[in-house]
């Protein structure tokens, strides 16, 4: 158990230290505490790899289960700025939230992937990648609550959200890449109706989005 938490600690520990120059609009460090080289950066994040990484060897692929955390304060400026007391996001619906965007994590990253020919295992070895995710800075413009009856509300987009994920060969547990993206979800540049239904697509699409990225990573270091 305190090994368990141990562990935690540190992953939470590297998803702050990578995330805190995108929350300062700042540059990324050129190398992480573990060495991983900045291979790619941009104002949504970065990317960072070990020295002769290859996704190459892997054509499995293992889903540690998905960290979710809101951006700070969010329930609370939430609640702040919402009048109707009945609609202000409580503790429960907050840890639903986190519950169905953990959930889809693994639910679009193994639909994609397997798509592309790649399995998803609960094992581990040579040719399983491990990949370990977490979703920080989350928010949602229109939550669902348990509020009685029926809210419709416009928005310019469902939320946001930022990726972290770190990416292992599973039988040595050598950690061969990072990344960070952060997105908006659901920013058509036109309102449409949020809620629980619009959320629900919006949230997914996006996971379904980076899920595609990493598949068509795998494709090019297989050559297709």
């Given at each position: 158990m305190i090994a368990k938490l141990v562990k935690k600690?540190?992953?939470?520990?590297?998803?702050?230290?990578?995330a805190a120059p995108l929350v300062a609009g700042e540059n990324f460090p050129e190398s992480t505490k573990d060495g991983l080289k900045l291979k790619k950066q941009s104002r949504h994040g970065a990317v960072y790899v070990a020295d002769d990484a290859t996704l190459a060897n892997y054509d499995k692929v293992k889903i540690l289960d998905c960290f979710v955390q809101f951006e700070k304060d969010w329930q609370r400026n939430y609640n702040r700025d919402e009048r109707d007391l009945s609609r202000r996001v409580t503790d429960k619906d907050v840890e639903q939230i986190k519950k169905k965007v953990a959930e889809a994590?693994?639910?679009a990253f193994s639909k994609e992937l397997e798509k592309g020919g790649y399995s998803v295992v609960d094992g581990t070895g040579k040719d399983v990648l491990l990949i370990r995710p977490a979703i920080i800075n989350l928010t949602v413009t229109a939550p669902e609550t348990n509020s009685p009856g029926i809210s419709e509300t416009f928005v310019a987009s469902n939320g946001s959200?930022?990726?972290?994920?770190?990416l292992y060969d599973s039988a040595t547990s050598t950690k061969i890449a990072e990344v960070m993206d952060a997105e908006a979800v659901g920013d058509t540049?036109?309102?449409h109706r949020g809620g629980r239904v619009s959320n629900?697509?919006?949230?997914?699409?996006?996971?379904?989005?980076w899920a595609h990225k990493l598949r068509k990573r795998l494709d090019e270091a297989h050559g297709k």
């Open positions: 600690s540190l992953f939470l520990a590297g998803v702050l230290a990578l994590f693994p639910r959200m930022t990726l972290y994920m770190e540049g036109f309102g629900q697509m919006e949230f997914d699409r996006t996971i379904q989005e």
